[in-house]
């Protein structure tokens, strides 16, 4: 059973902090590329960070860089992203991938996770 599984959203005000958490199991992550994508109602899901399978190279979008962090821990089988300062339009369902490379291509993940919500508002 491959899986991947999103956790650590919910509900925030403007300015605070969330850590998204993305386990895998049925298969040994590290072998993977990890990104994290987000979509809000009405939206294309769109690239927000990530992270070669070494944890060597990563990439953010624009929207989120200096806010954002992803890391990995291959031990735990599990990737990470860090988000401060969170603003409004960081609202939208998350999810995680696992696939080939590094890269906000949709097209090029193999493994999708459920997704998990994240909503910023006072």
């Known amino acids: 059973q491959l899986q991947l599984v999103e956790s650590g959203g919910g509900l925030v005000q403007p300015g605070g902090s969330l850590r998204l958490s993305c386990a895998a199991s049925?298969?040994?992550?590290?072998?993977?590329?990890i990104g994290w994508f987000r979509q809000a109602p009405g939206k294309e899901r769109e690239g927000v960070s990530c992270?070669?399978?070494?944890?060597?190279?990563?990439n953010y979008a624009d929207s989120v860089k200096g806010r954002f962090t992803i890391s990995r821990d291959n031990a735990k089988n599990t990737v990470y992203l860090q988000m401060n300062s969170l603003k409004p339009e960081d609202t939208a369902v998350y999810y995680c991938?696992?696939?080939?490379?590094?890269?906000?291509?949709?097209?090029?993940?193999?493994?999708w996770g459920q997704g998990t919500q994240v909503t910023v508002s006072s």
């Open positions: 991938a696992a696939g080939v490379m590094a890269t906000f291509s949709l097209k090029l993940y193999d493994f």
């Open positions: 049925g298969f040994t992550l590290d072998y993977y590329a």
């Open positions: 992270i070669s399978n070494s944890g060597h190279s990563t």
